[in-house]
């Protein structure tokens, strides 16, 4: 039996041999020493990626939420030096189609400021810089998780060059996508450096900033807390409530915008798009994307921009609901057996792809290839972590396990260089959506509005003819058409405008009947909206067809359905001034600029109506704003030349007639000659 003493020694030895294996461990994640090798190979990957997206650079915008966005955003276009704070505020106050990410918008109103709307080919490298930004994250990120230099190059390789990434980074208005996933990552990186380090406090602050960058960038940050507690999970190898109760601020901000942005997207009418389906059958939908969402990873086949939903639910939507099973079959097993890369990966893609399911039936597709963005990396760590173990314990299959990933890779960079010519503009966008879906309405009259605006009427009229035959009673289409027919000057080609819109308003009052009976305000109120617009495109084209009353009338009906709707106050005005009701235009001008008070052009026309109306002073006011907010519009000079005359002001009068002389204005004669009289 032992002694006191012996006992005594044998403690203090397992306690040595427990420090030195604490010590060892600290050694594990002691701070990393800078291998050049690490820069090299994530450069040469940031190349290979950035030759794979040189295809996307060059592409227009496109006619499918790129106007709402920013090119037709007030925000974005009306933004300068005067009303930059403001406009800012607005931005991060207002939501867009019922989507918050006011980083995002912000980031597109600097570029309209910087490169303006003429050259999108800036606007798409943004997005392609941001997208090899993460890349390049990424492949720190697979060092920094144990992954060997090959299997993190391709670990981030299937990140930067996957077919699916296309959407994310090819489409502008997807430039959330690639900025969330910029701060998204950088907190990830930064939380690794802050558990296999040193738990440094500026580690934290760099977390808990890019966290709250990422959310204002898109709403799908909320998950990065569950993020890092899978991340403690492949570490430790359990789930420490202590550690999960420290993410509780994470958690805290995740809620507070999660149920923001639930909020907006009821107020869109979002949350009630799919209301052909149950509740019941949209599980089915959930698990049938989630299932595609799977395959798509390995085998990225018939890539669409957007997938309609079905017209009834097909039986295997049904039988997907196994892989919901299988998933949870196999993460129990991970946990139980300590795979820890499967239960990291498996976990990381399920949150971060569960919540974009449309299992609430938000949205106009059912399935997205850009809802997998900041997702797939937990599949494809699995597949980089098991290509590392092939190649370290079976030697002899290393040479080919490296150059089927790599031949993968190529394949995949491929894909991706062809799939980006689709977004070239929205013609062709819209064509490929029709290649596989020849029954949805969506693109034929998204296909038909690019051929109109570009002056290919016959185009547009055969799109715009087979998306009604598709959908007999939706009055948007109508409204479309209409406005093909409406760019046109003869008298038989308006009246085929007028034809429509009359079909465009009786539909939309018939659905707004039917909304306010079913109780469904929020798409009541959003019809509303519309019929405003169908209104007011009616009164112009009674104006084009010179009958004022008529105009007056559908202008008037469309300020009734919406006050705010600010095209109805332009065009009325318009209609006034022909009348020569000077009162009534000036007034509807001045309601106008209190919606849009930086267009310049219309405190020019405030200006000239207060000419006409023998109010100097005000005419001297509103042309100073118009010259401030574009000093570039020689006719703006004009109208201060005549205030500035009638105020006995001849210097300045004069000095403005000259700087109108200078920019080209063909002034008449008989006016220099009042003007240089004095």
């Known amino acids: ?19 030195k294996k604490k010590s060892s461990k600290k050694t594990a994640y002691s701070k990393p020493k800078f291998d050049p090798k690490n820069l090299i190979a994530a450069l040469g990957l940031v190349v290979f990626t950035f030759l794979c997206f040189t295809t996307a650079i060059n592409n227009e915008f496109v006619n499918w939420d790129d106007d709402k966005n920013f090119y037709e955003n007030d925000n974005i276009t009306s933004l300068n030096d005067q009303n930059f704070w403001t406009n800012t505020k607005k931005i991060f106050q207002d939501d867009v189609i019922g989507g918050y990410n006011p980083l995002t918008i912000w980031t597109f109103a600097i570029e309209h400021q910087v490169h303006g709307l003429d050259k999108p080919e800036r606007w798409h490298l943004d997005n392609v810089i941001l997208h090899l930004l993460c890349t390049f994250l990424v492949f720190f990120i697979g060092r920094k ?21 296309v959407e994310s980074v090819a489409w502008v208005t997807e430039r959330k996508d690639v900025l969330f996933g910029f701060f998204y990552l950088l907190a990830i990186f930064y939380y690794l450096k802050y558990i296999t380090e040193e738990k440094k406090k500026l580690y934290m602050a760099i977390i808990a900033l890019s966290f709250v960058l990422s959310l204002f960038s898109k709403i799908q940050a909320v998950i990065l807390p569950i993020s890092m507690i899978l991340l403690d999970y492949y570490f430790d190898g359990k789930l420490d409530f202590k550690k999960i109760l420290l993410k509780t601020p994470f958690f805290l901000g995740s809620i507070a915008i999660g149920v923001w942005g639930i909020m907006k997207l009821g107020d869109q009418g979002s949350l009630e798009s799919q209301a052909d389906y149950n509740q019941l059958q949209r599980i089915f939908i959930g698990s049938w994307q989630y299932t595609v969402y799977l395959v798509k990873s390995i085998v990225p086949y018939k890539m669409s921009p957007l997938y309609p939903y079905p017209p009834s639910i097909p039986a295997y939507f049904y039988v997907s609901i196994l892989s919901f099973i299988a998933s949870a079959g196999i993460m129990v097993w991970a946990y139980m057996k300590k795979q820890k890369a499967i239960f990291f990966g498996l976990g990381f893609f399920i949150a971060n792809v569960f919540f974009l399911l449309q299992i609430l039936g938000a949205g106009q597709g059912f399935l997205a290839d850009r809802f997998t963005y900041i997702a797939y990396i937990g599949l494809f760590f699995i597949f980089s972590y098991y290509l590392q173990k092939l190649i370290e ?10 150059g089927v990933s790599a031949i993968a890779l190529m394949a995949y960079g491929f894909l991706t260089y062809n799939q980006n010519k689709i977004w070239k503009n929205s013609g062709t966008l819209w064509s490929h959506v029709i290649k ?24 547009a009229l055969r799109d715009y003819n087979e998306r009604i035959r598709l959908k007999e009673d ?8 209409a406005r093909l027919f409406f760019n046109s000057t003869n008298q038989d080609t308006l009246r085929l405008a007028l034809s429509d819109y009359n079909k465009a308003i009786d539909l939309k009052l018939a659905e707004i009947t039917r909304f306010k009976n079913a109780g469904a305000p929020a798409k009541a109120g959003a019809s509303s909206t519309a019929i405003a617009e169908y209104y007011v495109n009616r009164g112009a084209t009674f104006a084009k067809l010179q009958n004022y009353d ?15 709707f600010v095209n109805a106050y332009n065009n009325r005005s318009v209609i006034y001034n022909l009348r020569q009701q000077y009162p009534e235009a000036l007034a509807d001008i001045d309601t106008y600029l209190t919606f849009k008070k930086f267009d310049a052009n219309m405190w020019y026309e405030k200006s000239r109506l207060h000419n006409i109306l023998g109010q100097p002073n005000e005419s001297l006011n509103a042309a100073n704003t118009a010259i401030r907010y574009n000093n570039k519009k020689g006719l703006f000079y004009v109208e201060r030349c005549k205030a ?7 210097a300045e009068a004069k000095q403005d007639l000259n700087t109108a002389k200078q920019m080209g ?5 008989n006016f220099v000659n009042i003007i240089n009289s004095k």
């Open 550 to 564: 008529q105009a007056l009338i559908n202008l008037n009906e469309g300020v009734k359905y919406n006050k705010n």
């Open 436 to 459: 596989y879906y020849k029954k949805s309405t969506l693109p034929y009259g998204n296909r038909a509005n690019y051929y109109r605006d570009n002056g290919q009427k016959t185009l």
């Open 665 to 669: 204005v063909n002034l008449d004669q």
């Open 474 to 481: 939706d009055p948007g289409v109508f409204n479309s058409r």
């Open 644 to 650: 500035y005359f009638s105020l006995n002001k001849f």
């Open 1 to 19: 039996m032992a002694s006191k003493k012996e006992k005594k020694a044998k403690k203090k030895q397992e306690n040595l041999l427990l420090e």
């Open 145 to 165: 998780m144990g992954l060997n230099l090959w299997a993190s190059i391709f670990f981030a390789g299937l990140f930067g060059v996957h077919p699916m990434r």
């Open 393 to 402: 314990h079976r030697p002899s299959l290393s040479k080919v396990a490296m």
